[in-house]
Each structure stands twice: as C-alpha cells, then as structure tokens.
C-alpha cells in the first residue's frame, strides 16, 4: 500500500519539474488554507473531497500522484466499491474547476492522467510551501556561516509565509495528516533557529515579550523555556530566568513526571554560578 512516507519524502526536495508547468499567474497556498489564487481571488473548491486531493496534487507538483495514494487519502481503510469510477468524477470536478476559471490560461491541461496515476503541471515555485522550504535553508546556511542578523532576516521570511494552521480547509486523512504534522515541526524548528540567531545578535532584550508569550501558549517546551531564560540571563535578569526554570521545573514533574533535560539543567547551573555576567 502507497503511504504517508512517499509523501513526505517527495517533499523533503524541491521536486524536479517532470511536465511543463502552465498557469504561471496561480499561486497555491498549503501554509493556512489550502487557496488557489490568481489577481487575489481565491478559485479553491469548497467540497472537502475535492480540496483532499487538490491538496495531495499541490504537494507534489509536476510529479505524478498515484491513485492508491489518492484512494488511502479519500476512503483510509474503507473505499467504496465504485472506487474508481468516483475518483474520477472527482478529477473532473476538478478538472472543470480549472478550467472554467481559466487557471491552465485555457492551453492544455494542467490536471492531466497519466498511468497509474494524475499529474498537476505546476511549477513548484508556485506554492508557497516550497518558499518556506527554500528560505528555511537559506536561513540555516547563513546560520552556519555565523551571518547571524541574516538568517534571522531569512527566517523571519520564511515565518510571514504561514498564514495559519497548514491546509486549515482541509479534513486531512491518512496521507495529509502526517504531512501537516511534519509541516508544524518544520515551523517549530524554523522559530528555534530564529531565535538562536536574534540571540547571537545580540538581540535578546527585544526577544523577550515575544519568548514570554509563545512560552505561555507552549508551557511543556523545553528548548523555548531555555531560550527565554538566556535572553532573560543575558539582559541581566537572572533572577526571571530562574523564576522561568522553576516553573517548568514544577509543571514538568506534575504533568510528566521528569525533570528539565540536561541542557536546561546545566543553563540553570550557569545562572547560578556566574552572576549578572552579560
């Protein structure tokens, strides 16, 4: 059986484009509500059958998208007899969709079959997870490189691409699910590596109200926790940053039963030891 894992290794590239890419002016968002838009009018269906495999399709532009992958996606466990003959109704749906608002720029068709599957001709660069991806590692390479004001310039970017919750629209199933999961880590560890960057910069007074509230929305994360209390440290506020671990120290052992991990153990040992040091 097709699963979830093709998927997401497909996207873990930018995909070589495999067709011809039509519809240039269209643009597709998957980083909120799955949209398909052009002179900032929204054409996306609304019948959630429809945006499932519109989503399935926008992941993997100009690759083909296999119909197992399809019938797991719409049915899980239980596809209907007339599997087949209702995928394809839902293609052309689809397919009618594109072209009554001209989408394909009225040229051939941008959704077309190609055995044992379908093929969406898009341009990867037209969607907008791609973006995200492409200024992500952008970021990180300049992070490396210790260009800190750069990559958080990056990643700020790369962040002003969300607009929500990713395909929000969306009743994901057993394909999409996993794949909005690993969307939402990738956003976590991009916010991460901003705020390692801000740090570096020397940026850490301003960073943190920011920290403070998203530590308030994420009570369990750790590596948040730790950030605020090196921006706080930093800022000559040792004794907020100890206030900070002690609470997390507090609700970690109600709620899990564990203590800090190691390294905010050791940021806490720090703070102890070196005083009001900047």
């Known amino acids: 059986m097709y699963s979830a894992k093709n998927l997401t290794d497909d996207l873990a590239v930018v995909p070589d484009r495999a067709e011809p890419a039509l519809g240039s002016g269209v643009r597709f968002t998957v980083l909120g509500p799955l949209a398909v838009v052009r002179d900032g009018v929204d054409y996306a269906p609304t019948t959630p059958k429809l945006l499932q495999l519109l989503a399935l399709l ?4 100009g690759k083909m998208v296999h119909a197992d992958a399809i019938a797991q996606e719409l049915w899980a466990d ?5 599997m087949r003959t209702t995928m394809h109704t839902y293609v052309y749906h689809l397919r009618r969709c594109i072209e009554e608002h001209g989408l394909d720029d ?3 068709s941008m959704l077309v079959t190609k055995a044992p599957g379908y093929v969406f001709r898009i341009d990867p660069a037209q969607v907008d997870v791609f973006r995200f991806g492409q200024l992500q590692q952008e970021g990180q390479e300049l ?8 990559a958080v310039a990056r990643f700020r970017s790369a962040l002003d691409v969300w607009t929500g919750p990713p395909l929000a629209n969306v009743p994901s199933g057993p394909m999409l699910l996993p794949y909005t ?8 560890t991009t916010m991460h590596m901003l705020f ?3 740090i570096a910069s020397g940026h850490h007074r301003e960073l943190i109200g920011e920290l403070r ?6 009570p369990l994360d750790e590596a948040l926790h730790g950030q605020l209390m090196r921006a706080l440290g930093r800022s000559g506020r040792r004794s907020d940053a100890m206030v900070v671990y002690r609470t997390l120290r507090k609700r970690l052992s109600e709620e899990l039963g564990v203590e800090p991990c190691a390294d905010l153990q050791l940021l806490h040992r720090d703070l102890i030891s070196e005083g009001d040091h900047h």
Do not use: W
Request: hydrophobic share 30%.
């Open 143 to 150: 992070l490396r490189q210790d260009r800190h004001a750069e």
């Open 106 to 108: 009225g040229l051939d």
């Open 78 to 82: 239980k596809p209907p007899r007339t």
């Open 196 to 198: 390692e960057a801000e």
């Open 58 to 61: 926008v992941l993997r532009p």
């Open 213 to 218: 509230s998203l530590t308030a929305g994420n």
């Open 181 to 188: 999961v690993e969307l939402l880590e990738q956003r976590r």
